[in-house]
């Protein structure tokens, strides 16, 4: 990361956890460490809508909400954020799900939600009515576009954040283990660590 | 049939879930971008008005890709248009211009989120909502 200051935390008790987590080679990863040392600027409110965002209930499942993720995050070329959710979606929707997205073997209804936050993503100036009737003519209903809409706020977000302040994973290891402990606990973090 | 027919089964479900079950689906969504709408607010009052380091001033600056220093509107624009092209000797200019790094990161935040939120103001648009 390009803040050393934002690597450890600031509290000894969150400095002990990233610790703990190194020591149990699954590392604390990037955007949780960000998230430590001004939790009442970032961390809460950003992880507050990351949770509710990507995890509980849906239009869409888990796997397509982590395939939106990686889709944007490819689009930014953010190959932080894509390593970590197309994981996730990986193990969600299949190996392959990136390969059957691009070739238009996978669900047309998530293909097109996704085709259009991409499209968001890359020019939002170039987006149009007709981008959105493509999506409705896919069986996507607004009120589910709308939350795919959200995910393009959260990652054309944490994208430009992880890419300008040089976040990245210490292993492929770490970064695995950290996928998976996103996948199954979500985007929170112990509440003593964001006091 | 109780997990996949939609049923309740009231003998084994708290009524929370019975009633969570009865509403409808559409409902149930309309619920939730109410919260995501509310916690997206929170975030961006939060990163803009909140306390910090920097003045409110160049927060809201940022998030609009304007700030008054040349080299820090440099780096913000990249932020918002590449930030994948920004290097350590960008970071490290800014620390070399008297930047600290809560004033680094507060910026980049609140230029990144003005990139997330263009979006979402946008894609809402088009559906006739306001974000």
Same mark, same amino acid.
């Given at each position: ?11 000894? /008790?969150? *400095?002990? &956890? ?19 040392? *001004?939790?009442? @600027? @970032?961390?809460?409110? &950003? ?17 397509? +909400?982590?395939? @939106? ?7 930014? /070329?953010?190959? @932080? ?24 073997? &996978? /669900? ?62 210490? /292993? ?10 996103? +996948? *199954? ?11 | ?22 509403? =409808? ?99 809402? =648009? ?6």
């Amino acid at each position: 990361m390009r803040l050393p200051t934002y690597e450890w935390g600031i509290r000894r /008790s969150q *400095r002990a &956890f990233v610790r703990l987590t190194r020591a149990l080679g699954a590392e604390l990863d990037d955007v949780g460490r960000a998230s430590l040392r *001004r939790p009442d @600027f @970032f961390g809460k409110p &950003f992880l507050g809508i990351g949770h509710l965002l990507l995890r509980g209930p849906s239009a869409w499942s888990v796997g397509e +909400r982590e395939l @939106f993720a990686a889709v944007v995050s490819r689009t930014n /070329s953010c190959q @932080f954020c894509v390593a970590t959710h197309g994981e996730i979606a990986a193990k969600e929707l299949g190996r392959d799900v990136m390969l059957r997205l691009d070739e238009g073997t &996978f /669900s047309p209804r998530a293909a097109a939600a996704a085709a259009f936050i991409e499209a968001l993503t890359r020019d939002p100036n170039c987006v149009s009515a007709a981008d959105v009737e493509r999506v409705r003519a896919a069986g996507v209903q607004d009120d589910a576009l709308a939350e795919a809409i959200y995910v393009a706020l959260f990652f054309n977000t944490i994208n430009r954040v992880a890419d300008a302040l040089g976040f990245e994973h210490r /292993s492929d290891r770490d970064r695995r283990w950290g996928a998976e402990v996103l +996948r *199954r606990r979500g985007y929170r973090l112990p509440g003593f660590l964001l006091r | 049939m109780w997990a996949g027919g939609g049923l309740a089964c009231p003998l084994t479900r708290p009524r929370a879930i019975n009633d969570a079950v009865r509403m =409808s689906r559409r409902g149930v969504v309309a619920d939730r971008l109410e919260r995501l709408r509310d916690e997206a607010t929170r975030l961006v009052e939060a990163v803009l008005d909140g306390e910090g380091a920097t003045s409110v001033h160049a927060r809201h600056a940022a998030f609009a890709g304007r700030a008054d220093d040349p080299v820090v509107a440099r780096y913000l624009d990249v932020v918002r248009s590449h930030a994948d092209r920004l290097t350590d000797e960008d970071v490290e200019s800014l620390h070399a211009a008297g930047l600290d790094d809560d004033t680094i990161f507060e910026l980049t935040v609140a230029a990144a989120l003005g990139a997330g939120v263009k979006r979402l103001q946008v894609g809402l =648009s088009l559906l006739g909502r306001e974000p």
